[in-house]
């Protein structure tokens, strides 16, 4: 059965994975090192972790399978879960893909170091209303295709 991971922290499109989520009667565990409220929702895990800053991502990582969908915006988590042959979307709707990780990963080391020497002062852009029509497209997509491989 498909199941969906959210990397809970700061993710600013909860409400929408839980309304596909529901749609498709889909188990969706929100992993978040506090903050967020829990769901009254049975097919709905709140999980607290605690433990470090990769706490959330160690727990989704041991857990996510083949069929299952992680929403976050963390590289080496996305990394993880495509190595465990799940699918992972950035909340704005973009997937990574075995074929673009090695490259994301590379980039998010080089805007590290610009960011450490004060070479890159800038964050990303505003999340916008696109983004997260992006992302309901998006999600709904990856759900098909979960189920039909599940």
Known sequence: MVEIYVDA???????????VAA???????MVSDGGIRPSTD???STVFVTGGADAADDWI??????????VTNDIPLAS????????????????FTEHGIGMALAQRELMQT?????????GPRPFSKADRSN???????ATQAAKRRS
């Open 23 to 29: 749609r498709h009667r889909l188990r969706t565990h």
């Open 61 to 70: 990582a041991e857990r996510i399978g083949p069929s299952d969908i992680c």
């Open 42 to 44: 049975p097919m709905v």
């Open 135 to 141: 992302f309901l497209n998006r999600l709904e997509t």
């Open 9 to 19: 922290d700061a993710c600013p499109v909860r409400d929408e994975v839980l309304r």
């Open 114 to 122: 610009l960011r450490e020497t004060g070479a890159v002062t800038g």
């Open 80 to 95: 993880r879960c495509l190595e465990r042959g799940a699918q992972a979307l950035k909340p704005n709707g973009e997937a």
